[in-house]
């Protein structure tokens, strides 16, 4: 007896149109979503569309044997997709136009099948959230948070074996040898796919609520734990047989292993749960690979063969799958939208003399420079006659936001140099007003190093905007580039050094003097 699918010619056509639709209007998001998949973090995003695929095949009898009763609240998720789809596509934001790709899917699935369609294939469509890579500015605090984690626990793996070590922020000095735990080393290569891999093992584990949501959640400790001691064994093999040790194919290989360690400490822990709480029952039969719904959940769905082919595609189906044809022309027009830069001044034009002041610029590592993305920068020292404790004055200007590159923030970044934050606060500067007619606000900090203190005062310039919440400057950055085409801004950081025993109060009126001096010239080169 042939199924209604295979019998109706007008479902494959659909989901052939459904894929060229989505596949003009999503463009610029899927393939760079595609291009994240490329990095190592991110590697096994090839797998998570496929895994999903295999559930949907596994569960098409099913499918097959029922109705599609399409819900009209599908069209209406379509709708709300495309409108999302269009936000992220005219601020050329990649990761709204991925999760709006997504949420046509499952308005989709809702106006083909219903709710007892979308209940059939849950697990394959939330799956694919694991796909999308984070957004760039919770990727690199999340980043810097997991570094210095790794690395604290690292040097207490090495002080194990009774080594001596010293630990600057994500510095672990073995003193012949120095261990910068960097960006590859915070553990998300581990992170992500085995997040993703807890999932599905959540649901395969036919367990309680509790342990199959403590068997994915505990994905984070267990991948920060294995890290920090492969960071740890790492600085061990340092210490003894030398650096070559941290390179190569050994390091790769040794990342390799740790995962594998990883996913045996997810399968102990459920045979564990399985023992303790489960007494009696094999963990064979509890660890089930078996996607199918049980069929008599759906047997109020299951109609004769007749009835099947007479009902045809559903109404809100068929509407949807116009409109995401109707849409196509003007998704077009719009992903030709090109992002407006101002015109402004080049920091290599930056005067080095402001009033009293006297600067000498300095220089930045490749390697740094490489990891900022930002298109122009100055660094340099201001000194003031009779003052021994110069100003440093940081500025990285981005033309562009929209792909990911953005400025980091000095919160994340203090603490993977050794820094330790204390007083943290705004501040507000009355002697200078910005374009707005506003007192300059900035973030204060006062850091520390050992003995060493600093001053740090800190905002992000963007678009004729003073801010100092890093979470409005994401949203800040969409509605400009929605409603202005712009996503130009920049980071500014000013530091000066605390003498011993010298009060906070004296570096604050050292910064407040030289704002006074250069705050003017900052607007020629950042532009409003």
């Known amino acids: 007896m042939n199924s209604f699918v295979k019998q109706n010619t007008g479902l494959y056509i659909s989901f052939c149109l459904i894929a060229l639709a989505l596949g003009a209007i999503f463009s610029d998001g899927l393939t760079?979503?595609?291009?994240?998949?490329?990095?190592?973090?991110?590697?096994?995003?090839?797998?998570?569309?496929?895994?999903?695929?295999?559930?949907?095949?596994?569960?098409?009898?099913?499918?097959?044997?029922?109705?599609?009763?399409?819900?009209w609240l599908g069209i209406l998720v379509v709708l709300f997709g495309v409108l999302v789809g269009f936000m992220g596509e005219l601020?050329?934001?990649?990761?709204?136009?991925?999760?709006?790709?997504?949420?046509?899917?499952?308005?989709?699935c809702l106006a083909l099948l219903g709710w007892k369609g979308l209940h059939l294939f849950w697990f394959a469509l939330i799956y694919l959230f694991f796909m999308i890579p984070l957004p760039n500015f919770l990727y690199n605090n999340l980043s810097s948070n997991l570094q210095l984690i790794?690395?604290?626990?690292?040097?207490?793996?090495?002080?194990?074996?009774?080594?001596?070590?010293?630990?600057?922020?994500?510095?672990?000095?073995?003193?012949?040898?120095?261990?910068?735990?960097?960006?590859?080393?915070?553990?998300?290569?581990?992170l992500f796919p085995l997040t993703s891999f807890g999932f599905l093992c959540a649901y395969f584990f036919r367990a309680k609520l509790w342990m199959r949501s403590l068997v994915f959640l505990s994905t984070l400790p267990i991948t920060v734990l294995m890290n920090s001691f492969r960071i740890g064994v790492i600085g061990v093999l340092v210490e003894h047989w030398g650096i070559e040790q941290a390179e190569g194919f050994l390091h790769d290989f040794e990342g390799w292993i740790i995962f594998v360690g990883c996913l045996a400490i997810l399968f102990a822990e459920m045979w564990l749960m399985v023992k303790c709480f489960m007494p009696g029952r094999e963990f064979?039969?509890?660890?089930?690979?078996?996607?199918?719904?049980?069929?008599?959940?759906?047997?109020?769905?299951v109609e004769?063969?007749?009835?099947?082919?007479?009902?045809?595609?559903?109404g809100p189906y068929i509407s949807s799958c116009l409109i995401l044809i109707a849409i196509v022309p003007l998704a077009l027009i719009v992903g030709k939208r090109e992002d407006i830069?101002?015109?402004?001044?080049?920091?290599?034009?930056?005067?080095?003399?402001?009033?009293?002041?006297?600067?000498?610029?300095?220089?930045?590592?490749?390697?740094?420079?490489?990891?900022?993305?930002?298109?122009?920068?100055?660094?340099?020292?201001?000194?003031?006659p009779g003052d021994r404790a110069p100003v440093n004055f940081y500025v990285a200007y981005y033309a562009s936001q929209r792909k990911g590159v953005s400025a980091h923030s000095p919160k994340s970044c203090i603490p993977g140099d050794g820094w330790r934050i204390g007083d943290f606060t705004q501040k507000t500067i009355d002697?200078?007003?910005?374009?707005?007619?506003q007192n300059l606000a900035v973030n204060r900090a006062i850091i520390s190093k050992g003995k060493s203190r600093q001053l740090v005062y800190y905002w992000f310039q963007q678009r004729g905007r003073i801010i100092t919440n890093e979470y409005l400057v994401k949203w800040y950055l969409f509605w400009d580039a929605l409603t202005k085409n712009r996503t130009d801004g920049a980071l500014i950081r000013l530091v000066v050094a605390l003498p011993p025993g010298s009060e906070a109060s004296e570096a604050d009126a050292k910064l407040v003097k030289f704002l006074n001096s250069a705050f003017n010239q900052i607007e020629q080169y950042v532009p409003s």
């Open 304 to 314: 004769n063969e007749t009835n099947k082919l007479k009902a045809g595609l559903p």
């Open 32 to 71: 760079d979503m595609a291009v994240s998949w490329e990095r190592e973090e991110y590697s096994h995003g090839y797998m998570i569309p496929m895994i999903s695929l295999w559930f949907i095949w596994k569960n098409r009898e099913l499918a097959t044997n029922m109705v599609f009763k399409g819900s």
């Open 341 to 384: 830069q101002p015109q402004r001044s080049t920091f290599d034009t930056f005067p080095l003399r402001l009033d009293e002041w006297r600067g000498i610029e300095e220089g930045m590592e490749q390697k740094f420079i490489d990891i900022l993305k930002f298109d122009d920068y100055i660094i340099a020292n201001f000194s003031h």
């Open 150 to 190: 790794s690395s604290q626990l690292g040097v207490a793996v090495i002080r194990l074996f009774d080594i001596s070590v010293f630990l600057q922020g994500n510095v672990i000095d073995l003193g012949n040898y120095q261990l910068q735990v960097v960006e590859a080393c915070s553990g998300l290569r581990y």
């Open 91 to 108: 601020a050329t934001l990649f990761v709204v136009t991925q999760y709006a790709f997504l949420l046509i899917l499952y308005g989709l």
């Open 431 to 437: 002697s200078i007003q910005t374009q707005s007619g």
């Open 284 to 301: 064979s039969k509890v660890f089930v690979v078996d996607v199918s719904v049980p069929s008599d959940s759906f047997q109020e769905g």
